[in-house]
């Protein structure tokens, strides 16, 4: 992370602070993500602290957006009322990196820390920092949807 400060504690200031002198240089709906009051505060339901990974999905439209990436993260139920949706197009890179010792059991990730997006030359990056390791993507934007955690039952796996 280049502004949110995680460590003993977890803060998100130094990031705010500096996120209206280059908001209107992210992709439009990376910047609606981005901006989003409830977002970064750690009191709303919509907040990305504690959410888990659901599901990963790749795609290759083989026209001009390329590559694309579907990220659900799960809701905690503590903490959320639903999932959200990452649906990342034009992907250049993704990695996921595991921390050397990551929590135990099937989430080896563990939940979100704090995320972060900043403008590129050619669309965004965006960090997610996890308790386990840290999920990074280099894109041309990312749509951000919050669902309904009982609606995704209804649709087919991908």
């Known amino acids: 992370m280049r502004y949110v400060e995680i ?13 209206p002198l280059f908001a ?9 993500f981005a901006v989003d009051p409830a977002h970064y505060d750690f009191s709303s ?8 990974v659901r599901h990963v999905a790749w795609a290759d439209s083989g026209g001009e957006e390329g590559l694309s990436l ?3 993260l799960g809701a905690n139920p503590w903490r959320h009322d639903d ?15 595991l921390s050397d010792t990551p929590p135990p059991g099937p989430q080896r990730l563990g939940s979100v820390i704090m995320d972060e997006l900043l403008p590129t030359q050619d669309g965004c990056l965006h960090e997610l920092a996890f308790f386990g ?11 951000a949807t919050w669902v309904l955690t009982s609606a995704l039952s209804n ?4």
């Open 70 to 72: 579907t990220l659900l």
């Open 7 to 19: 460590g003993e504690f977890i803060d998100p200031r130094p990031y705010l602070a500096v996120l």
């Open 45 to 52: 339901r919509r907040c990305v602290k504690d959410l888990f």
């Open 133 to 143: 390791g840290d999920i990074v993507v280099h894109c041309s934007d990312v749509a």
């Open 155 to 158: 649709q087919p796996s991908a």
């Open 83 to 97: 999932d959200l949706l990452l649906r990342y197009t034009g992907v250049r890179v993704a990695r996921v990196e």
């Open 24 to 32: 209107d240089h992210l992709p439009p709906q990376a910047r609606a």
